[in-house]
């Protein structure tokens, strides 16, 4: 069997779970790990070129997973190759998925490949269970919860308050608030009433505590809007106990089909680690793009796009008589 011929571009944490998902997946091979640095310093048993290089292999990847962040790699990096190769991402920051898919497909489009972006769970899996349920309850409220996990985001914006060393941040959903939803009560919930935050802190020796935990729980678009508890703990715990990418998190929709006939819809996530799964999900997706370029399609889609039986390895038979 020929296998599909996959390159990775950008070796943080997803990049490493890219590599862990390919090696696992039968029809794939990889081509190698593209990064901005030099090759020499990355640590890795698969092949590792300079992202400088990447059109020397033009005609010998089928697919790129860019493992960019979203914040800014992406931005140009997708574009950029989106012009040379068949490519998947897991652009996150929803805000802004509607422009850079245009230019997405722009530059598919101008190098007649095709492109997926915004795959992972968050956008990805939760929006194809968001637009399901939608689909299948019309009258009704879709909820989306996250955590019990790690945000990366809210790690970081603590690490750059003077006086921290290290931090890590758990966004926990707020049970009581789920089985209010579940139980068919019609809720308006503001952010705190949905999940709340708690912080682990290594500060400085000597840095002011109070000040560290006030500036936490008062920063504005991370905190203020949440219940947040802070904890100050030894760099060795921090390390011990707070270091696991773990995440989560739930999509509900609860409907009416006729009155007084209530629907739960639930999906739910429990992840040991985060950049694994997103890069599972990711590799899944590069199987597809793979196969829809190979029936001529172009430009950008996302997973609302793809018909779902082209995720899988196993043959249309083999889906039918194992998983019908
Ligand atoms: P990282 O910060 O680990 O990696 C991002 C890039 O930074 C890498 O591609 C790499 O590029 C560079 N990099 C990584 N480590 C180092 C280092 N030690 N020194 C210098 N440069 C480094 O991000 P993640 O892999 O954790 O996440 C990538 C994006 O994925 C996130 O921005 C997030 O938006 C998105 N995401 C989406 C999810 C979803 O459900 N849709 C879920 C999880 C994440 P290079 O090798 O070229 O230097």
């Given at each position: 069997m020929e296998k599909i011929k996959v390159a990775i571009v950008g070796y943080g944490n997803l990049g490493k779970g890219a590599e862990k998902a390919i090696n696992l997946a039968e029809d794939m091979e990889l081509v190698g790990i593209f990064t901005r640095r030099e090759p020499k310093t990355i640590e890795s048993q698969s092949k590792v070129y300079s992202l400088e290089n990447i059109l020397d292999f033009k005609g010998e990847i089928d697919v790129c997973i860019l493992c960019g962040g979203s914040a800014t790699d992406l931005r140009s990096q997708g574009p950029e190759i989106a012009r040379h190769f068949n490519t998947v991402d897991s652009f996150d920051t929803h805000a802004k998925i509607p422009?850079?898919?245009?230019?997405?497909?722009?530059?598919?489009?101008?190098?007649?490949?095709?492109?997926?972006i915004s795959t992972g769970w968050d956008p990805g899996i939760f929006s194809m269970n968001r637009l399901l349920a939608q689909s299948i309850l019309p009258q009704g409220e879709t909820h989306t919860f996250w955590g019990e996990g790690v945000s990366q985001g809210h790690s970081d914006?603590?690490?750059?308050?003077?006086?921290?060393?290290?931090?890590?941040?758990?966004?926990?959903?707020?049970e009581e608030s789920i089985e209010r939803i579940?139980?068919?009560?019609?809720v308006n919930f503001t952010p705190r009433d949905k999940h709340k935050r708690i912080c682990y802190v290594v500060a400085e020796d000597g840095a002011d505590k109070e000040e560290i935990e006030f500036k936490i729980i008062t920063m504005p678009?991370?905190?203020?809007?949440?219940?947040?508890?802070?904890?100050?703990?030894?760099?060795?715990?921090?390390?011990?106990?707070?270091?696991?990418?773990?995440?989560?998190?739930?999509?509900?929709?609860?409907?009416?089909?006729?009155?007084?006939?209530?629907?739960?819809?639930?999906?739910?996530l429990d992840l040991d680690s985060n950049p694994e799964f997103t890069?599972?999900?990711n590799v899944a997706f590069a199987?597809?793009?793979?196969k829809m370029r190979q029936e001529g399609k172009i430009g950008?889609?996302?997973v609302f796009d793809v018909p779902i039986s082209y995720?899988?390895?196993?043959?249309?038979?083999?889906?039918?008589?194992?998983l019908l």
């Open positions: 422009e850079y898919f245009n230019d997405i497909d722009l530059a598919a489009k101008e190098g007649n490949n095709l492109s997926i914006a603590i690490r750059r308050i003077d006086g921290v060393i290290d931090a890590t941040q758990y966004t926990v959903p707020i579940k139980a068919g009560e019609k678009d991370y905190f203020v809007d949440y219940n947040t508890t802070v904890h100050f703990i030894s760099e060795e715990e921090l390390k011990k106990n707070h270091k696991k990418m773990v995440h989560g998190g739930r999509v509900l929709r609860i409907g009416e089909t006729s009155q007084a006939t209530k629907q739960v819809y639930e999906f739910k890069s599972s999900i199987r597809a793009v793979y950008a889609i996302t995720l899988s390895n196993l043959t249309a038979e083999e889906q039918r008589a194992k």
